[in-house]
């Protein structure tokens, strides 16, 4: 049986094949993506708008349980944050110039905004503070007793193998009570072609 139909809505059906009601107005939109709608000329508005009248992607049933399980995992991976007294290190590799680094504050207060942990700071492996042994030790200072270190970097060079392991392991000895987690770095992950994609659409749209 159909569930979460709101056929109490004075716009049911609002799209062709609908399934689910849950998102009644769309969180993606506009996607621009034009297979699913496209620009139409609004005379109220008196300039083009992103139209999705003819999709029904988000009203369809399995789309809904999939971004509501996306939802869940982002719940669970907050209570694995919150709990315990865990310490998070976006390590980048700094530079001379201050707004150069301004980039990683920003992203530090995005993480922690969706994180809800206010224990998750930035470090810089050079030119700039603070770097990893006095990020590492304001942590321990807060209570933190397993530190997750995140090397900010694209590529998998010798910063990434060779120089932060072993300022790690110099830590190490500083403080053998605390656990470290030394992570891969961001290159390694697929996702970020999903952010080139994006940036791609951006300017084309």
């Not at 689910?20 to 000329?41: A, M, Q, R, S, W």
């Not at 224990?119 to 530190?147: E, H, M, W």
């Not at 791609?200 to 749209?205: C, N, P, Q, S, V």
Request: charged share 25%; glycine share 4%.
């Amino acid at each position: 049986m159909v569930k979460r139909l709101n056929k109490a809505c004075k716009f049911f059906p609002c799209h062709t094949g609908l399934e689910d009601c849950t998102f009644c107005y769309c969180p993606f939109y506009p996607c621009l993506d034009e297979k699913k709608g496209n620009h139409v000329y609004s005379s109220k508005y008196k300039k083009g708008i992103w139209s999705c009248e003819s999709c029904n992607w988000i009203h369809k049933r399995k789309v809904t349980d999939d971004i509501f399980n996306l939802i869940s995992k982002s719940k669970y991976r907050r209570r694995v944050l919150q709990s315990g007294k865990k310490g998070v290190i976006v390590l980048s590799h700094g530079s001379k110039l201050k707004k150069a680094n301004a980039s990683l504050d920003r992203t530090v207060r995005a993480i922690r905004q969706k994180t809800g942990v206010n224990t998750i700071v930035p470090a810089y492996l050079q030119s700039f503070r603070p770097d990893l042994a006095q990020s590492i030790k304001n942590l321990i200072a807060r209570g933190c007793q397993t530190l997750i270190i995140i090397p900010f970097f694209l590529f998998n060079g010798n910063h990434v193998t060779r120089d932060i392991p072993r300022l790690i392991k110099k830590e190490k000895t500083k403080y053998p009570k605390t656990k470290f987690i030394y992570t891969k770095n961001l290159g390694e992950d697929i996702r970020i072609a999903d952010i080139v994609a994006d940036i791609i659409e951006e300017t084309l749209a």
